[in-house]
């Protein structure tokens, strides 16, 4: 009796001591977890208060005027890269994004200016041809297996030169309905009135990807692209719809983009490519790290524009955001990959 007493009192410290050791490492774990989500932010923050107090920059970085041309400004950008994570999440690159942005807002704006039609009949022209490129692009990738990669760059090329061929080569600028330029470059409640529907893209694309069976599957598709064809996902059919929705939101990114500059520039196209996609992989490492999402997207958004913003009101040159928006891409790969790498070995080691 003595005995069973002496090994229960044993086997209740052994328990105990092993609660003890597990605690801390419990807590050291939601710590690399806080920081890991939420560095990206943080970094933001010590950006913003850095430039806000900086000799070079403080009389003019934090004032509501720049505020105001900063979130303008890259809510196009930021509409365009919430588009560019739809593929993503499925494993998919779609490097048209940007090209689809330049298209839909110069046709957009050839329609306004040669024919006269009412904005609403040219705002759905330009989603219209968003989702074209959209269809087509999900058929080249999800029907006839041609890597996406490939595929999505070809298209942007060809839809450069149209772009240029509808423009004549040269900007838009006759013709555009004043009402839509206020609209782009207005504030509602001192805010821009690009940011606000910036707010309703990102929900609905919030909703989309993390609320609905439709996003589940899309998760399961980039995590494992066989075994959810195992288990009854319709593999194909899923991809080629997360091309012709992001198709579609480029389209009104680009109808957007007329409201805000004022003008259907065949050019434009290539400025959002390569920004929308390093805001894309960058934000797979803050918020919830390891995949793509929203809130990590937006954050490295006004990440980069707050940066970029900052070192050019201080003096430095226009090739700065080429070298920030490049270095964040790399970055953003690099440590996307590093991440899954570590949840892997993680799940192995369990």
Known sequence: ???????????????????????????????????????????LALVVLFFAIWGKTAAVFPTSANFNNIVGNQSVLAITALAAIIPLVAGQFDLSVGAIVGLSSVVSAKLM???????????????????????????????????????????ATVLGGIAVSVAGNEPIVQGISGSLVRFGTGTFLGLPNTLFVLVVAALLVLYLLEHTPYGRHLHAIGSNREAARLVGVGVDRLVFRSFVLSGAICGAAGFLQLARSGSGDPQIGVN???????????????????????????????????????????????????????????????????????????????
Not at 14 to 39: I, K, N
Not at 122 to 150: D, K, W, Y
């Open 1 to 43: 009796m003595i005995d069973q007493r002496h090994t229960a009192r044993a086997t209740a410290m052994q328990s105990t001591a092993r609660s003890r050791v597990r605690l801390p490492r419990l807590d050291r774990e939601r710590a690399l977890l806080f920081g890991e989500s939420y560095g990206l932010v943080a970094l």
């Open 113 to 155: 200016a040669s024919t006269g039609l009412p904005l609403g009949v040219c705002g759905l022209v330009a989603v219209a041809t968003g989702t074209s490129v959209g269809i087509a692009n999900g058929i080249v990738v999800a029907r006839l297996g041609i890597n996406s990669l490939i595929s999505t760059l070809g298209v």
């Open 272 to 350: 959002f490519t390569l920004p929308a996609l390093a805001a894309a992989f960058l934000g797979a490492t803050a918020i919830r790290p390891g995949r793509f999402n929203v809130g990590g997207t937006l954050v490295a958004i006004f990440f980069l524009a707050a940066s970029v913003s900052g070192l050019t009101l201080a003096g430095a040159e226009a090739y700065v955001q080429d070298l920030f928006n490049g270095s964040a891409l790399i970055a953003g790969v690099a440590v996307s990959t590093l991440i899954a790498r570590q949840r892997l070995r993680g799940r192995k080691a369990a």
